[in-house]
């Protein structure tokens, strides 16, 4: 049942009207087959069938939603409702607004974890599903049907889209700006393109996926070496290889190399979150490997030389303006250390997946707040020294400035904050996105509306 007369596959002769295309026309259609992969029995592989790629499948089925809803978590946690999530606006495909907890404090080091090292980690996995189904790519005629034609721009949308999203998202956390649009704007909407592709995708395949995973027996393939394997028997789908070549790896051994290269992404990413020794281990961390000694040798995501920070605005003549209430205050130095001083230990957790957890010193926003006369404000916006740049400022919601924990940090780890980790004071909220701990502080507006 191998040969290519008897296979049922994508090579059996449809035609005729009932397609939707003139019989004719497809039937010249049919004979004028391109060479290389158009021809079904150029692909060889006898392990190529509807199980593996099931096996393959079932596994983005479970891990892909985690990556879409915490990328979507991201999204939120920026803080669409203050007008200061990218994109900005972006109508129909509005979620709902709702204030980003501070707690547990590792909340957005968890989400954003998740998003970014699982988003890595699931790559060899994607790479093997395209794999296992690239025949497809090269059926012909390349339109049978008007389903068929349906069936195929939404897979173009689902690996178009999924492909986009890995290349984007990797760029992005490997080298800053590099894109001559907004990453922000792209990865949003390339993930909504994939969002729907992906619904469609599980929608027309599920019951193959149950069907291919049912006809075999994960645990006896785990046990079947290269000279145990055989084909899977010919496929209404076209996967099964019509003559297949004898098997240089077994499906156990498929298995184990893309666990393999998971893992091995896995191990090259995971240290930049959890810190410690494995942080060394992590030679995929993009920046902040040389951050300054002692107390503060921790990751730097911009230095203050990157920033354009002039060391004399960080002087003895910077002062803290605090706006917003009846009359403006300035508070310098002196005057903030002189306040009672509060200790967390908090994360900054980045959007390109890195996070660290240090122990922070300072004075509470809400005592700031209540310094200006505004005890229960709305928001506060918060600017730095830094003169340009997209993260020269923070909208922060009001649950984030009363959180006892929020602080305007003078300290870390009991020593002087350095230069490049925002001395003279910064910013930290338990859970907020890294990108809002602003660094160098020059104002706070605290706002009741
Ligand atoms: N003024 C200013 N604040 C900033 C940034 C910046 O570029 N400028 N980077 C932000 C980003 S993206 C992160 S992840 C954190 C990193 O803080 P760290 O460099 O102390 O680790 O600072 C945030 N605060
Ligand atoms: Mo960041």
Known sequence: MTSKE???????????????????????????????PFRPEVWRSPIRGPWLTSVFGAVLLVTLPIVVVTG??????????????????????????????????????????LHVGLGLVLIPVVLAKLWSVVPKLFAWPPVRSMAQVLERVSLLLLVGGLLFEIVTGVLNIQYDYLFGFSFYTAHFYGGWVFIGAFVVHVALKLPHMIRGLRSRSLRTELRTGRAGTTPEPPDEHGLVAPEPAAPTVSRRGALAMVGGGSLLIAVLTAGQTLGGATRHAALLLPRGRDSGDGPNDFPVNRTATAAGIDPAATGADWALEILGGTTPLSLNRDRLT????????????????????????????????????????ASA?????????????????????????????????????????????????????????????????????
């Open 6 to 36: 008897t296979s049922p596959g994508p090579d059996r002769e449809p035609g005729g009207p009932e397609y939707g295309f003139p019989a004719a026309l497809w039937r010249r259609l049919a004979r004028a087959r391109p060479p290389g």
């Open 72 to 113: 979507l978590l991201s999204y939120a946690a920026y803080g669409p409702h203050l007008g200061q999530a990218i994109p900005a606006d972006v109508g129909w495909l509005r979620l709902p607004y709702f204030d980003w907890p501070t707690r547990p404090s590792w909340l957005y080091r968890l989400t954003q974890g």
């Open 381 to 449: 916006r918060v600017l730095s020294l830094e003169s340009a740049g997209a993260f020269n400022q923070a909208l922060l919601q009001g649950n984030q400035v009363l959180d006892p924990d929020s602080l305007l940090a003078l300290r870390v780890n009991g020593a002087e904050l350095s230069m490049d980790h925002g001395y003279p004071a910064r910013i930290i909220v338990p859970a907020m996105p890294g990108v809002h701990n602003t660094k160098w502080v020059r104002s706070i507006e605290f706002r009741v509306g």
């Open 338 to 377: 002189a306040m009672a001083q509060r200790s967390a230990e908090l994360p900054i957790a980045c959007v390109e997946g890195w996070s660290t957890t240090q122990v922070w010193t300072g004075v509470p926003l809400r005592e700031l707040a209540r310094l200006a006369g505004v005890p229960a404000p």
